[in-house]
């Protein structure tokens, strides 16, 4: 099945800076890949996705790229603030199996 | 106001014991799931759900046991309760199972076994 990793597992970046996660996956036939933002003792929410049909997605300070050759993708959060401080997870889901699988977290700290 | 309700919030059960994890969902959507968050394992799939149907079980152990009664219910009956099924639950859902379909998750339920 499919497996995804997820570098760093903390980041810690100061307010005003941009943070960057970044995954890979496996299986070349993935073509959904979401972000969902999990803060403590909440539900994960999905903040952003991208689609294999596309290599760069903008949603205000949050920006997707994905890379379909290299099996990568990553997240950006432009101009951090305090508030994105939280838990992000990457997924991958596609091809005959319709399961969504999660990397392991990254616990984003934006210090003032 | 959240559309997908999972009941209870907060579970603690004793070892051997059986407890059932109600999900309902108000999205109007056709797939549904079961996944587990702990520290070892974070969002772990366990169950996917299509018009009611099983699609999909990545949960060895047959303790863990899903229930559809309804086409927006999807409940998780765990029987023979052991302290390392203490995790949290989420129900999520998505409106078909595709692989490009918007996955929302529940609150959840946190389970702990003593």
């Known amino acids: 099945g499919e497996q995804v990793e997820q570098l760093p597992s903390i980041l810690r970046v100061q307010e005003g800076s941009s943070a960057s996660i970044n995954c890979s996956y496996e299986?070349?036939?993935?073509?959904?890949f979401p972000w969902y933002k999990q803060e403590p003792g909440e539900n994960p929410k999905l903040i952003i996705d991208?689609?294999?049909?596309?290599e760069r997605k903008q949603i205000q300070e949050l920006i997707v790229l994905l890379d379909k050759k290299a099996k990568r993708f990553s997240l950006h959060i432009t101009d951090t603030q305090p508030g994105d401080s939280a838990m992000y997870f990457c997924?991958?889901?596609?091809?005959?199996?319709?399961?969504?699988?999660f990397g392991k977290g990254t616990l984003l700290t934006v210090t003032p | 106001d959240p559309k997908i309700i999972q009941k209870p919030k907060y579970l603690v059960a004793v070892t051997g014991s059986e407890k059932i994890l109600i999900c309902e969902q108000y999205?109007?959507?056709?797939?549904m799931y079961w996944y587990r968050q702990s520290a070892k394992k974070p969002l772990e799939f366990m169950f996917s759900?299509?018009?009611?149907?099983?699609?999909d079980n990545q949960t060895a152990s047959s303790r863990f046991q899903p229930q559809s009664s309804k086409k927006n219910h999807l409940d998780l009956q765990i029987t023979a309760l052991k302290p390392d099924d203490s995790a949290t639950y989420f129900c999520?859902?998505?409106?078909?199972?595709?692989?490009?379909?918007?996955?929302?998750f529940g609150s959840g339920t946190r389970l702990t076994v003593l």
């Open positions: 997924a991958a889901r596609g091809g005959s199996n319709y399961k969504l699988t």
């Open positions: 759900y299509s018009y009611q149907k099983l699609m």
């Open positions: 999520a859902s998505s409106q078909e199972l595709g692989a490009a379909e918007t996955l929302y």
């Open positions: 299986d070349s036939a993935s073509n959904y």
């Open positions: 991208i689609r294999s049909n596309m």
């Open positions: 999205l109007g959507h056709n797939a």
